[in-house]
C-alpha cells in the first residue's frame, strides 16, 4: 500500500535537546510538507520541498531545520532554538509543488518536559 | 492576503439529522477547494476536493459540497450524520498558476449525539 508514514507516533524531548522526525513516503511524489499543529489555530506551514535537495521555509520556520536527500523522505529536526515546541507535526505530500491534493501521515506528538 | 475561514468552532448535531460546515475563502482568482476530515490524534484524510467544472462535488463518506463563487463559500454537507463522522473538519484552499501553499481553514469540530 502507498501512504506515508511518520515515526515515532509519540515523542518527549528534554529541553534544550534536539531531536528529528521522520517523514517517509512512497507515493513517488516530488513534493513534501511539514505542518504543526496546535489546538484552535489549524495547520501551519513549517518548510516544504519541492524536489531532491531544495527545500524553502514556510511560515514558522525559525526553530526548524530539514533536509531532503532523498525522493521518499523529509526529516524534520526541532531544535533547542525553537521556543515552543509542543505540538502535533503532520507530515504531507503532492504530486507536485501546488498541484492536486496533498496526502498526510498520521502525525508526531511531540512533548517537551 | 488569502485566506480560509471557518466561522464555527464546533458543531453538535443528532444522529441521523443533516449536517452543513461552513467554509468561506478569499482569493483573487478561484483557487482549488478541500475539505479534509481528522479523528483525534491522526492525519489529515481527504474528503473532496474541487478544481473547475461542476459546482457540486461529492466525495467519500457520503460527503458533499458545493462551490458558490457568489459567496465566495465552499461548504460542505452531509444528508444524514452518524456517530462515526465526529472529527475535525477542515477547509483548505490552494491559489492557482502560482507556487504557493494550502491554507487552511482553523477547522470545526463536529460532536454527534445519539
Known amino acids: ?113 | 492576503a488569502q485566506s480560509v475561514t471557518q466561522p464555527d468552532i464546533h458543531i453538535t448535531v443528532s444522529e441521523g439529522a443533516s449536517l452543513e460546515l461552513r467554509c468561506n475563502y478569499s482569493y483573487g482568482a478561484t483557487p482549488y477547494l478541500f475539505w479534509y476530515v481528522q479523528s483525534p490524534g491522526q492525519g489529515l484524510q481527504l474528503l473532496l476536493k474541487y478544481f473547475s467544472g461542476d459546482t457540486l462535488v461529492q466525495g467519500i463518506k457520503g460527503f458533499e459540497a458545493e462551490f458558490k463563487r457568489s459567496q465566495s463559500s465552499f461548504n460542505l454537507r452531509k444528508p444524514s450524520v452518524h456517530w462515526s463522522d465526529a472529527a475535525e473538519y477542515f477547509c483548505a484552499g490552494l491559489n492557482t498558476g502560482t507556487a504557493s501553499k494550502l491554507t487552511f481553514g482553523t477547522g470545526t469540530r463536529l460532536q454527534v449525539t445519539l
Open chain 1, 1 to 113: 500500500d502507498g501512504g506515508i508514514t511518520q515515526s515515532p507516533k509519540y515523542l518527549f524531548r528534554k529541553e534544550g535537546q534536539n531531536v528529528t522526525l521522520s517523514c517517509e513516503q512512497n507515493l513517488n511524489h516530488d513534493a513534501m510538507y511539514w505542518y504543526r499543529q496546535d489546538p484552535g489555530q489549524g495547520l501551519r506551514l513549517i518548510y516544504y520541498s519541492q524536489i531532491v535537495n531544495d527545500f524553502q521555509k514556510g511560515d514558522i520556520a525559525e526553530g526548524y531545520s530539514v533536509s531532503r536527500e532523498k525522493k521518499e523522505s523529509f526529516p524534520l529536526t526541532v531544535t533547542s532554538a525553537q521556543k515552543n515546541p509542543t505540538a502535533f507535526y503532520l507530515c504531507a505530500s503532492s504530486i507536485r509543488l501546488a498541484l492536486g491534493e496533498q496526502f498526510f501521515g498520521p502525525g508526531t506528538r511531540l512533548t517537551v518536559l
